[in-house]
């Protein structure tokens, strides 16, 4: 088991960029895949962005060319650099581990028109 703690959401306008953070309680190393979700309002559970132990990211359509995953496994960190946000990006944010079956407590992402 691995505890994760997302951080560094916020409000911010549309057109502007937030980073989210995911910090692990240990190493990450050893797990293969490291993925971030959100939820909306009244919505299902997406998957956003994930990347492999390697550093081999994928995207969902709705956030290709606006969204960056990347992880240091040094730092037991995964990030989510969001640029253009839109409002219909306004969601928690999560970040999970499938393979660990760890979920992050999710960090609240607002983007006002």
């Known amino acids: 088991q691995v505890q994760l703690t997302e951080s560094g959401g916020g409000l911010v306008q549309a057109g502007g960029s937030l980073r989210l953070s995911c910090a692990a309680s240990?190493?990450?190393?050893?797990?293969?895949?490291m993925n971030w979700y959100r939820q909306a309002p009244g919505k299902q559970r997406e998957r956003v962005a994930e990347?492999?132990?390697?550093?081999?990211?994928n995207y969902a359509d709705s956030v290709k060319g606006r969204f960056t995953i990347s992880r240091d496994n040094a730092k037991n960190t995964v990030w989510l650099q969001m640029n253009d946000l839109k409002p219909e990006d306004t969601a928690v944010y999560y970040c999970?581990?499938?393979?660990?079956?760890?979920w992050g407590q999710g960090t609240q992402v607002t983007v006002s028109s």
């Open positions: 999970h581990a499938p393979l660990a079956g760890s």
């Open positions: 240990r190493s990450i190393a050893s797990i293969a895949l």
């Open positions: 990347i492999t132990s390697a550093g081999s990211p």
